[in-house]
């Protein structure tokens, strides 16, 4: 019997149980976390059941984590950062969440984007003093309640290449050697105390996510990849190494000579790097094929599906697995929620559960023949051909518009220096000038709003009139805090991108097809499945609204091309760069109207610009190429006098300095207070040419940062850049932050921004960027 099996399921619920648990432990409410430990094992067990259901023999365990699977891994081996004094072996969870969302003492740890995707994990703390003696028994206590509950386990865990690859060194360290994989052979000892205790337990298979495989590992890298994969095998346990999010063709061989019973494929993202695994692959090991997406919703068409799985099927036999390409993490639980779909739309889409089913089709076509699953292959080819034929997939005048795109419409009229003293005229602007990121916070009062509005409970008068409410108290906050360049605060929008794609043709929405961010945070992604089309202006009376409120500048606040293509899921039938032109001109319109009606200063958001970059380098410059085009064609369509922003955040900016320079936004701020500053050494470094605002205060965490310590790290910011091209700034946009912190924080913000104006001698300062170019 061929086997199917996922590499981990998502962990949030259905129903979002999980966040909501976690939140009233947050807040007090379940103080000593019963509900909370009772919701993690009640959604465990489920999703262990839809694994049983599904036909799967293996449930897999590991996948749940009560914030992030990488810290879960540091507390299972007690690796925490020092700084905290926990006992890792006592961990609370209190704690736990500690190390993710910081304390009254210490800052949260750092978290960025896991590979190519929108999760966001924790990032560990290594030097040369962190050790791996062990740490919380709970990955050994899951795999009991499974056994407990009558399932075979194979557990999961990151693996170790790809838990130091994904690690920050924070010691000394010598050139040419990465740090990092001196902790090996320490890493391996923790490690082997995780697979001792999978050992007694009777745990059959230990699967490694190792999606670090699938990104460029220097020498040094591929290495310790040898070492840790001969060392660690040695427990009895049966270990398959998971690859996902593009190929590791090139470590077949390397695999192939290593002591590990079976390894997994991601042919969804890299379907051409099955020959050389079938070439260099031992048939009496396992193979796990990953053929269906678990990035994405798009139904698997099956018997496209098929052809490669049969002549692996007719080598391998039983020791060929089926799973998703990567870990369900990344797609919502369940369509059976959705009744509002479009039901033709609906008829394309597969989540995670209906990806569970398909595995099941593919294994019995396998085991069976086709006739034995006829009538699912029929329907999977109506629907396939049904998507491809559909209306309501083509505007031919939008593609017709991006084909005409010219060279003309991504150049601005004139270059940086020229802009910047046309827009210092145009708006002046103190030295150091101080603005937020966009969002205030989203008080449970605007969240009714909105759902009472979307429920039909609320007027679109009642509700505007309520929008505006909020639009006045922001501004009104705004001006009291003495705030240079004002935002409207997105009261209105539940998401930056589902608020965009639901007054644009081409995306679906789901109800409750939620995707887990970070920690609580979940994401809705839109669904982005035909040709786009602005079919009027989105946010012009928002912010021309805002605007009369102020005579400071009013910043209009669009989420750019590439943003609205990462995080929704996007169509599979035409190129994502396709895709990002056509978002582009709906965002270039919308950036047009804005400046028509006054707006002197529009921020395009492209938060998610740096995770758009493919794993491997080599596919870098075509990406940035695009998207970069993307972003121009969107903000270019202005005078000089109009500034344009940009934001970006999480994410690591020195290897694509070029391509942000290139994007030639007036202004960029972006996310640096929880690393001091250490983002930006690499913009002063390159000579970024424009203006930044560096974050300087975390809003992921409650503290508020002193006066003091955002005066520190201007100064830092200011060694780097030159202070004319400075803007002070919060990392992010404000919405999961009360009005409290938020007030006492931007107040520090603006008290540290006068400070220095006064410290630095800058107060009659004119002009700023243009004498600096
Ligand atoms: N303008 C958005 C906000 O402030 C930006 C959010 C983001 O960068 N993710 O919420
Ligand atoms: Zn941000």
Not at 601 to 630: C, N, S, T
Not at 671 to 695: H, K, Q
Request: proline content about 6%.
């Amino acid at each position: 019997m061929t086997q199917t099996h996922i590499l981990g399921f998502p962990r949030i619920g259905a129903q979002r149980e999980l966040k909501h648990a976690l939140e009233s432990f947050w807040r007090g409410d379940d103080p000593d976390a019963a509900r909370l430990v009772d919701t993690g094992r009640m959604l465990r067990a489920r999703h262990w059941q839809a694994q049983r259901d599904a036909g799967q023999t293996l449930v897999t365990v590991g996948d749940f984590a009560w914030y992030d699977h990488i810290l879960s891994l540091c507390v299972a081996l007690g690796a925490l950062p020092r700084r905290f004094g926990f006992d890792a072996r006592q961990l609370s969870l209190s704690e736990y969440f500690a190390l993710a969302r910081g304390n009254a003492d210490q800052p949260a740890m750092d978290m960025t984007k896991w590979f190519d995707t929108n999760y966001h994990h924790l990032v560990p703390e290594l030097d040369a003093h962190t050790r791996f003696d062990g740490g919380v028994t709970w990955l050994w206590d899951e795999v009991d309640e499974a056994q407990a509950l009558g399932h075979p386990v194979k557990a999961v865990l990151p693996g170790p290449i790809t838990l130091l690859w994904v690690s920050r060194w924070y010691g000394d360290s010598q050139p040419g050697q990465d740090p990092r994989l001196s902790l090996l052979p320490r890493l391996l000892s923790g490690y082997r105390r995780l697979l001792d205790g999978l050992q007694a337990r009777g745990v059959a298979w230990v699967q490694f996510d190792e999606p670090a495989l699938c990104a460029d590992l220097p020498p040094d890298w591929l290495a310790a990849v040898s070492q840790a994969y001969a060392a660690l095998p040695t427990t009895g346990v049966r270990t398959l190494v998971a690859t996902s999010f593009g190929t590791a063709a090139e470590h077949a061989e390397r695999l192939a000579g290593l002591p590990i019973d079976g390894v997994h494929l991601d042919l969804v993202r890299a379907p051409e790097q099955l020959d050389a695994w079938l070439a260099a692959w031992p048939r009496d090991r396992v193979l796990s094929l990953g053929v269906v997406d678990g990035r994405n919703i798009w139904r698997t068409d099956l018997r496209r599906a098929l052809s490669p799985l049969k002549a692996a099927h007719a080598l391998w036999g039983d020791r060929l697995w089926l799973a998703p390409s990567c870990s369900l993490l990344h797609v919502p639980v369940s369509l059976a929620a959705e009744t509002r779909l479009d039901p033709e739309v609906r008829s394309w889409l597969a989540f995670a559960l209906d990806k569970l089913d398909e595995l099941k089709v593919l294994a019995q076509a396998l085991d069976e023949g086709d006739d034995a699953v006829a009538s699912a292959l029929q329907h999977s080819d109506a629907v396939a051909a049904g998507r491809r034929a559909s209306p309501r997939v083509t505007y031919r005048a939008v593609q017709r518009r991006v084909a005409d795109v010219s060279a003309a419409m991504t150049q601005r009229g004139s270059p940086f220096a020229e802009r910047a003293a046309r827009q210092q005229a145009a708006l002046p602007l103190p030295a150091l000038p101080t603005t937020t990121i966009g969002s205030f916070p989203q008080t449970a009062e605007i969240r009714r709003t909105r759902a009472a509005y979307r429920r039909g409970e609320l007027s679109a008068e009642g509700y505007l009139h309520r929008i505006r409410d909020e639009i006045r108290q922001a501004v009104r906050e705004q001006e009291a805090l003495g705030l240079d360049v004002l935002v409207h605060g997105e009261a209105e929008r539940n998401d930056m991108v589902e608020y965009f794609g639901e007054q644009l043709f081409g995306f679906a929405f789901t109800e409750h097809g939620w995707v887990q961010s970070y920690g609580s945070r979940c994401v809705k992604p839109p669904i982005l499945y035909g040709d786009v089309l602005r079919p009027e202006p989105m946010t012009v009376e928002t912010t021309r609204f805002a605007q009369s409120l102020t005579d400071k500048p009013m910043k209009g606040m669009l989420t750019g091309p590439v943003t609205l293509l990462q995080w929704s899921f996007v169509r599979d039938d035409q190129p994502r760069e396709t895709t990002a032109l056509q978002l582009a001109l709906a965002v270039r319109d919308e950036v047009r109207d804005l400046e028509q009606a006054g707006i002197r200063v529009i921020q395009i958001d492209e938060p998610a610009f740096r995770e758009g970059l493919p794993l491997r380098q080599r596919d870098w410059a075509h990406y940035l190429d695009w998207a970069v085009r993307a972003f121009r064609l969107a903000s270019c369509g202005v005078r000089d006098e109009t500034q344009i922003h940009t934001h970006m955040c999480y994410s690591e900016f020195n290897d694509i300095l070029p391509a942000i320079a290139a994007m030639d936004a007036d202004v960029i701020t972006i996310e640096t207070a929880r690393s001091a500053m250490a983002l930006l050494d690499g913009f002063g470094a390159f000579d970024y040419p424009n203006a930044i605002g560096p974050g300087v205060y975390d809003i992921h965490s409650p503290r508020v940062p002193t006066v003091e310590a955002m005066t520190t790290l201007l100064a830092r910011a200011a060694d780097v850049i030159p202070v004319a091209r400075l803007w002070v700034n919060p990392d992010c946009g404000l919405k999961t932050r009360g009005w409290p912190e938020t007030r006492a924080a931007l107040a520090n913000m603006v008290a540290a921004a006068r400070l220095l104006r006064a410290r630095w001698g800058l107060e009659r300062m004119e002009a700023p960027p243009a004498q600096a170019a």
